[in-house]
């Protein structure tokens, strides 16, 4: 059982490229949650899905997009990357509000 | 409202101490604290949970204890090992409410 899986690992982009990060769970959950974490910061949200076909913008949602097509796969795009989004992205899915989130293992991302 | 204030930033305790980690909040609508362990390189996984209608929790040498009327929960690992060195997040969410709101995370070192 594969749980949260995120691709790439690691990327590095030069200042105005684009790129997608994927994220795929194999457990049905209806919510997904993409967040990035930077040192001191905690787990700030990005945007989530509260099922296929929905989208909505958290915490930090400048610069990026989201489209969620299917129900098992969250989809985050930078369009032009700037080093402010330098960061670790990790992906999140939960069954139902309140309850645990699985998490990813995390997308290491350098804007140079 | 939203925020979830953690302290402190970053622990050191000696093998076999009582590391501890606290956390306050201000929305009286949370429901569900959960405390996720993260180690280097790797997603953020559940520890532990608690809602609101008990005082305290223990899972093994992991205890929340909460506070409802200061609002405040907290973090006790007894018997702390080496292996427990990781940085801690906790985090709330609300019934109805999609989000959960993290803290900025402690990073605990415990020393052989």
């Known amino acids: 059982n594969a749980g949260v899986t995120q691709t790439p690992k690691f990327r590095v982009l030069k200042t105005g490229q684009s790129m997608t990060l994927l994220c795929a769970q194999d457990?049905?959950?209806?919510?997904m949650y993409w967040y990035r974490q930077d040192p001191g910061m905690g787990l700030r949200l990005i945007h989530y899905?509260?099922?296929?076909?929905?989208?909505a913008k958290g915490e930090v949602p400048d610069g990026y997009n989201v489209s969620r097509l299917k129900k098992q796969n969250f989809l985050l795009g930078l369009e032009s990357a700037a080093p402010s989004q330098t960061s670790v992205y990790f992906c999140?899915?939960?069954?139902?509000?309140?309850?645990?989130?699985?998490f990813g293992q995390g997308t290491r991302l350098t804007v140079v | 409202q939203q925020q979830v204030k953690q302290s402190p930033q970053s622990l050191i305790v000696q093998k076999g101490g009582i590391s501890i980690i606290n956390c306050a909040y201000e929305?009286?609508?949370?429901?569900?604290f959960p405390w996720y362990q993260q180690f280097p390189g790797k997603g953020p996984a559940l520890l532990i949970a608690?809602?609101?209608?008990?005082s305290e929790k223990k899972e093994g040498r992991f205890t929340i204890s909460f506070n409802k009327s200061a609002k405040q929960f907290s973090l006790h690992i007894m018997d702390s090992q080496p292996g427990d060195s990781a940085t801690y997040f906790c985090?709330?969410?609300?019934?109805?409410?999609?989000?959960?709101?993290f803290g900025a995370g402690t990073r605990l070192f415990v020393k052989a």
């Open positions: 929305n009286t609508a949370f429901d569900y």
């Open positions: 999140a899915s939960k069954e139902r509000v309140n309850t645990e989130a699985f």
């Open positions: 457990m049905n959950h209806e919510y």
């Open positions: 985090a709330a969410s609300k019934g109805g409410g999609f989000k959960t709101i």
């Open positions: 608690i809602r609101p209608d008990v």
């Open positions: 899905s509260v099922g296929e076909g929905t989208t």
